[in-house]
């Protein structure tokens, strides 16, 4: 197990900081301090207007709508027994 000289655990999974953007500056919430070079994912929790406007965070819509309704040839009755045609379960 892998660890740093202030005791963070480089192999800990799901360790969750709040925090906030500040002039392009991420600032974490608390006393949250990190070590230097550590890896980190960001995630946008919300949505704002203007990243929208700008079309960063495009909707699933948005992103599949150029395939929606594309399919064809689909039995009619797809949407109700789609475990039947997936998994061979029995139709509804």
Known sequence: MGSSAIGFSTEAKGMVYRGHVENGVIRLEGAATLPEGV???????VENASSKEEGEIPSLYERLKNI??????LPADLAANHDFYLHGQARK
Do not use: C
Request: charged share 40%; hydrophobic share 45%; net charge negative.
């Open 39 to 45: 890896e980190v994912e960001v995630r946008l929790l």
């Open 68 to 73: 929606v309704g594309k399919a064809e040839g």
